[in-house]
């Protein structure tokens, strides 16, 4: 059983910035796609950005340029840097990991507030 830790989240003014970490308890990043998704109340779960085993990125068109995840394979690591932050970026954010269509893991999640 894969564990996924989110830590980083918090309370930030509109235009600063955050840092998101998510800790794997198994070498998983450097074999499956990771993402973090995010999930506003009254709202769906969207994915907000990924990265592939092999290092490619995707993001949504309302954070890209704000937003950049990298990982560190070796330290198990996930990150999402968040920088101009919006209040609309309020949500909890999730780490996941891709592993086949019916086996995916997902953390508990960790809370970001931007105050306007």
């Known amino acids: 059983q894969v564990q996924l830790v989110e830590s980083g989240g918090g309370l930030v003014q509109a235009g600063g910035s955050l840092r998101l970490s998510c800790a794997a308890s198994?070498?998983?990043?450097?074999?499956?796609?990771t993402g973090w998704y995010r999930q506003a109340p009254g709202k769906q779960r969207e994915l907000v950005a990924a990265i592939t085993s092999g290092g490619s990125t995707i993001a949504t068109d309302s954070v890209k340029c704000r937003f950049t995840i990298s990982k560190d394979n070796a330290k198990n690591m996930v990150y999402l840097q968040m920088n101009s932050l919006k209040p609309e970026d309020t949500a909890v954010y999730y780490c996941?990991?891709?592993?086949?269509?019916?086996?995916?893991?997902w953390g508990q999640g960790t809370q970001v507030t931007v105050s306007s």
């Open positions: 996941n990991v891709y592993v086949t269509p019916n086996l995916q893991y």
């Open positions: 198994t070498r998983i990043f450097s074999i499956n796609r």
